[in-house]
């Protein structure tokens, strides 16, 4: 290979997660669709769109917060990305192939902790048993503030500062 032959550096060889999808589900991929694919395949943080507009313009200037916006759409109609509403009024987005999970959000900071819990998930199907279903699926989303305090016994009022 010579060192003037730049095509081998914009052939990725391993494409994205995302844009492996996109592709078996018959999207035609544009630069900028397997740019955003990319992101969202590197992110661990469930990105806002806001956050991936961010994260696309910083590799490449020419992209629009509209075909993020559009392109988000689209792998949500298509089952590539999950909407989750984790507070904050902004919806965020989860990949589809990053198997099954449940998130934990600190809600002073929102970042979202992705766990599994095989309790959980016993308890989840005892229940929809119990009501006479098979379970066929579940999301648990908790919220919560690291290091809270237990709260204080009722009827005793903390003297404010």
């Not at 902790?113 to 998930?121: K, N, T, V």
Request: charged fraction near 35%; include cysteine.
């Amino acid at each position: 290979m010579h060192s003037h032959d730049r095509h081998a550096e914009t052939t990725r060889p391993d494409p994205s997660r995302i844009e492996r999808l996109c592709v078996e589900r018959g999207l035609k991929m544009t630069g900028q669709r397997r740019l955003i694919a990319r992101v969202l395949s590197e992110a661990e943080d469930h990105p806002d769109v806001e956050e991936l507009y961010r994260r696309a313009a910083a590799l490449d200037d020419r992209i629009s917060v509209a075909t993020v916006y559009r392109t988000v759409r689209l792998l949500e109609e298509k089952g590539i990305l999950e909407r989750r509403d984790f507070g904050g009024g902004r919806a965020r987005y989860d990949p589809t192939d990053r198997g099954h999970h449940h998130h934990l959000i600190d809600v002073d900071t929102g970042r979202v902790i992705e766990f599994e819990d095989a309790e959980f998930e016993r308890v989840a199907r005892a229940i929809a048993e119990r009501l006479g279903f098979t379970l066929v699926g579940q999301r648990l989303e908790l919220f919560g503030r690291k290091g809270a305090p237990t709260p204080a016994p009722r009827g005793r009022s903390k003297p404010k500062a």
